[in-house]
């Protein structure tokens, strides 16, 4: 494997990419905790810095404001489910899940204005009334302005209480301040989401979709401007719907541009949905992928070819984190419509695999990050990269400490982590359980 050149800053090495996790991932976080030994490697210990602020129960106060390197270690007990997004001007956002030691949950984030040298004191948004939060995932407009989704929700009861929140980081503190209710009018208390995915237009509007059980299985796409008012459309409501959507466009194309949707779907396969009207209706078209895994799948589109890159293995359990035999990546040259015979991205044998996020690096070529390694021994974060998505070069980028699927522990890996593209390089964030509970990491690193 080539080796690709990577700048560590904050907690360890790093990677980030926006997703979400399954249908009961929305948790009261993991009870009990393991220790994990240090992989060792070329890294910059954080320490404790950051914010424990006046706050709410769980610590959930301002901790902002100063500038320091990267670390997610605030007022919180532990980390993990992180995103990042970064602007063309050096800025980027990373949000996380933080779990407090009363057993609350908020979102964490820290803001950097300087390509990542120096980064702002972990903060916290807490979805209202007392709800707890999950599932974060950032992204920025053509103007600079960065926004947050999540998932509200409260534990115990009969019927579920969540919704679908949005933020917009505001002031010059660079703060998320109003949480919105994106999913809907905020007053039902019987409501059944999941798995928030964010992204933006050519013309800056924030695009949202998320899974709907609230009855028949369905997803719901939301189209806003301002926050304030939401244009939604419900699809995939034909029983089919698995779980675990992405979406994804091409803005150079203009306001008109295709949308993406790929979900999980029944049987271990894959559907993806193109809208050619701004999402307010949908088209459904087959992948040819078997034995999906229930791990995000994601994609990428350039014109009208689109890529679409997912875990594959056997023993697919709903919500649980089965790792990954090998990863997939799928590509139709005319927008869906036909799909090319699936090529094999990883490349070690015996591996396993987990959480793939695909992109179009910044300098044309694709770029798949996952973690790799062996259940209960080393774990590292990869990029394999391609220029046309048939021939692909694998390249470390950074270990992750132990390979961990119990998701009760806190040093799982988290269900997904984040990768953001910039001017000249990728930044990734991600789940790093090094120590003896879970952080978030950050680096930057260019393409082999």
């Not at 060792?40 to 106060?61: D, L, P, V």
């Not at 004191?121 to 807490?126: F, G, H, I, L, S």
């Not at 007053?187 to 050519?202: E, M, Q, R």
């Not at 793939?356 to 690096?361: A, E, T």
């Amino acid at each position: 494997m080539k080796l690709a050149s990577v700048v560590v800053l904050g907690t360890s090495l790093a990677f980030g990419i926006a997703a979400g996790c399954s249908g009961d991932d929305e948790t009261a976080g993991p009870s009990s905790s393991s220790s994990s030994s240090s992989t060792g490697g070329s890294t910059t210990g954080s320490g404790g810095a950051g914010g424990t602020g006046a706050g709410e129960a769980g610590g959930m106060g301002g901790a902002g404001g100063v500038a320091m390197p990267f670390t997610s270690q605030g007022s919180s007990s532990y980390e993990a489910q992180t995103s990042i997004a970064a602007d063309d001007q050096g800025g980027m956002v990373a949000a996380w899940i933080a779990f407090f030691d009363d057993d609350t949950t908020a979102i964490g984030y820290a803001v950097t204005r300087d390509g990542g040298t120096s980064w702002t004191a972990p903060r916290y948004v807490a979805a209202p009334d007392g709800r707890r939060s999950s599932n974060p995932t950032v992204a920025v407009n053509g103007a600079g302005q960065f926004a947050l989704s999540w998932i509200g929700f409260r534990l115990g009861g009969t019927v579920p209480d969540e919704h679908v929140y949005l933020a917009f980081l505001e002031g010059a503190d660079d703060a998320f301040v109003t949480p919105l209710v994106a999913s809907d009018d905020g007053t039902a208390d019987t409501l059944d989401f999941d798995k928030p995915s964010l992204a933006v237009d050519a013309v800056g509007d924030f695009l949202l979709t998320w899974a709907d059980f609230t009855a028949t299985p369905a997803l719901t796409f939301a189209r806003t401007s301002d926050g304030s008012s939401f244009d939604r459309h419900s699809f995939a409501g034909d029983m089919t719907f698995g779980n675990l959507a992405s979406l994804c466009l091409d803005r150079s194309l203009g306001p008109n541009a295709p949308l993406y949707v790929v979900h999980l779907a029944i049987g271990a396969t894959l559907v993806v949905h193109r809208s050619i009207d701004g999402g307010v209706t949908w088209t459904p078209h087959t992948v040819p992928a078997s034995d999906v895994l229930f791990q995000d799948p994601t994609c990428a589109a350039v014109g009208s070819d689109l890529w679409i890159a997912y875990a594959v293995g056997t023993g697919f359990v709903p919500g649980s984190d089965t790792p990954a035999d090998r990863i997939e990546v799928v590509h139709s040259t005319d927008g869906g419509d036909t799909m090319l015979t699936p090529v094999e991205v990883s490349d070690v044998s015996g591996d396993v695999y987990l959480y793939p996020r695909l992109v179009q690096s910044y300098d044309g070529k694709l770029a798949t990050a996952y973690y790799q390694g062996r259940v209960g021994e080393p774990v590292s974060l990869v990029v394999s990269t391609s220029q046309n998505g048939t021939t692909w070069t694998t390249s470390p980028i950074a270990p992750a400490g132990t390979f961990t699927l119990d998701t009760t522990l806190a040093n799982w890996l988290g269900a997904y982590f984040g990768v953001a593209v910039g001017q000249d390089r990728l930044a990734a964030t991600f789940t790093d359980n090094s120590g003896v509970k879970d952080r978030i990491s950050f680096a930057t690193f260019v393409t082999p």
